[in-house]
């Protein structure tokens, strides 16, 4: 497993930018597919957003497309996204985690975003 560490959360208003950062740190970190998760109050986690070991294929939920944007820089151990036009709706914990295999098994403690409408 790797152990990852989400930053960057915080208060935005309906409408503002926010760019989280997850950094991984122990077992080999380009070998992972990664991706972002969030949690709403009284929802279900949800993906958001994976994007494959060398960064050439990522996917999105339909609710985010053309907003967000995820990317790695396996040099830096780092990934990050990039959420732009935050919604009201976006509002959640936000995890990063990683997959060598078929599932999720390595996740982070989370970040929270707030977005005020």
């Known amino acids: 497993q790797v152990h990852l560490v989400e930053s960057g959360g915080g208060l935005v208003q309906a409408g503002g930018s926010l760019r989280l950062s997850c950094a991984a740190s122990?077992?080999?970190?380009?070998?992972?597919?990664m991706g972002w998760f969030r949690q709403a109050p009284r929802k279900e986690r949800e993906i958001v957003a994976s994007?494959?070991?060398?960064?050439?294929?990522?996917v999105f939920a339909d609710s985010v497309k053309g907003r967000f944007a995820i990317s790695r820089d396996n040099a830096k151990n780092m990934m990050y996204l990039q959420m732009n036009r935050l919604k009201h709706g976006d509002t959640g914990v936000y995890c990063c985690a990683a997959r060598d295999g078929a599932r999720y098994d390595s996740w982070g403690q989370g970040t929270q975003v707030t977005v005020s409408s």
């Open positions: 994007i494959n070991w060398l960064g050439g294929r990522t």
């Open positions: 122990g077992r080999t970190f380009s070998r992972y597919v």
